[in-house]
């Protein structure tokens, strides 16, 4: 709120708790009886009290929904970056299982292209037995070779 709209407030408020006792004394004085009390001080005396309020609890709300506004942000920023922590491991896994597979594959495709170098090898020397097998010792040699 305006600093000049605030002392405003604050004056009409003093003014209204300090000009209620007005009517009070006038009917006191034209009736001469201080038994009946003044409708219309009381009315003044309530709006001077309220005008007094009023600032206080405009800033005493503000206050509470501007801390309000920073602790839920301050969450906010701690759940973003748990989420992010998580999505990040997440992440990691995926890419350690993703290369696990490409390992269990180049591996499988080395190990068959071995076997398919020693069948060449067989063929290019002879030594292809019946049915397109080739023959133990050969296959030993290949797996030598691999490793």
């Not at 009070?24 to 003044?38: E, G, L, M, Y």
């Not at 800033?59 to 973003?80: C, H, I, M, P, T």
């Not at 296959?139 to 691999?146: D, F, G």
């Amino acid at each position: 709120m305006d600093p000049f709209a605030i002392k405003l407030i604050g004056f009409a408020a003093a003014t209204c708790t300090t000009v209620a006792y007005a009517p009070q004394f006038i009917k006191v004085w034209k009736t001469r009886s201080a038994r009946d009390i003044s409708l219309g001080m009381f009315l003044v005396m309530v709006l001077g009290l309220a005008l007094w309020l009023a600032p206080r609890l405009a800033s005493a709300l503000r206050q509470r929904v501007f801390d309000s506004a920073r602790n839920r942000g301050r969450r906010a920023a701690e759940q973003y970056q748990h989420v992010g922590t998580y999505v990040g491991k997440a992440v990691d896994e995926l890419v350690r299982r993703a290369q696990g597979g490409r390992d269990d594959v180049a591996d499988a495709v080395a190990c068959e292209a071995h076997d398919v170098e020693g069948f060449a090898t067989a063929v290019h020397s002879g030594r292809v037995i019946a049915g397109g097998t080739y023959s133990h010792a050969d296959r030993r040699a290949s797996t030598r070779r691999a490793l």
